[in-house]
């Protein structure tokens, strides 16, 4: 079946980096728009990044422009959020989701992975 | 930018029915998606494109969308449904996905 799983949360200090992956599995990664979602503590969803299925179109939110970069590796079947410059409000637990198509539209997030928490703290 | 709007909290008797909404701008002209989050869980997709339902998703759930608002409606509610329940469009002038704040529903 569908599996995604994130790794690569942890603590870090306000300004430093972090990479966030996405393993995927039971599905060919190589079909789907992937998508990155995070949710504060105690807060809502927050959509941060969609990355088309073969990495040629990516979209980010105004919060994490210029600071995250998505890519994808599907040799490798997973998904990458390169996090940079971060800030207190970027403290969340980071969802990555399949899109339900190669390419985002109005399309649902089907399949979605457990999360990995990123906590910003000095 | 897009903005979507949903109440706080919905109560519910067991075995009521629980109507969640979701409010937007010409909404009803936009695909809605609903997720169902349970605490220290992912989202998972209850209704997808207004009114569809996942095959593992009970018939209980049902939605629907028009004009400023959609609704999700849960029949028959069970102590099971009580969670975090979320909206999500697609922003066609930013390319953006936007998500509801979520409503919490209370099984009472």
């Known amino acids: 079946q569908v599996q995604l799983a994130e790794s690569g949360g942890g603590v870090v200090q306000p300004g430093r980096s972090l990479r966030l992956s996405c393993a995927a599995s039971?599905?060919?990664?190589?079909?789907?728009?992937m998508h990155w979602v995070r949710q504060a503590p105690g807060k809502g969803l927050e959509w941060v990044a969609v990355?088309?299925?073969?990495?040629?179109?990516?979209y980010y939110a105004d919060s994490v422009k210029g600071r995250f970069t998505v890519s994808r590796d599907n040799s490798k079947k997973t998904l990458y959020l390169q996090m940079n410059s971060l800030g207190l409000d970027d403290t969340a637990v980071y969802f990555c989701?399949?899109?339900?198509?190669?390419?985002?539209?109005?399309?649902?997030?089907?399949?979605w992975g457990q999360g990995t928490l990123v906590t910003v703290s000095s | 930018s897009y903005e979507l709007t949903q109440p706080l909290s919905v109560s519910v008797a067991l075995g009521q029915t629980a109507r969640i909404t979701c409010e937007g701008d010409?909404?009803?002209?936009?695909?809605v998606h609903w997720y169902q989050q349970k605490p220290g869980q992912a989202p998972l997709l209850v209704i997808y494109?207004?009114?569809h339902r996942p095959s593992a998703i009970p018939e209980r759930f049902s939605g629907s969308s028009s004009g400023r608002t959609a609704t999700l409606t849960i029949s028959r509610a069970q102590a099971g449904d009580e969670a975090d329940y979320y909206c999500?469009?697609?922003?066609?002038?930013?390319?953006?996905?936007?998500f509801g704040g979520g409503t919490k529903l209370t099984v009472l």
């Open positions: 999500h469009v697609w922003d066609s002038s930013t390319a953006y996905l936007v």
């Open positions: 989701a399949r899109d339900d198509s190669d390419f985002w539209g109005g399309n649902p997030l089907d399949s």
């Open positions: 010409n909404i009803g002209g936009k695909n």
């Open positions: 039971g599905f060919p990664l190589n079909s789907y728009a």
């Open positions: 990355i088309s299925n073969d990495g040629s179109n990516k």
């Open positions: 494109r207004d009114r």
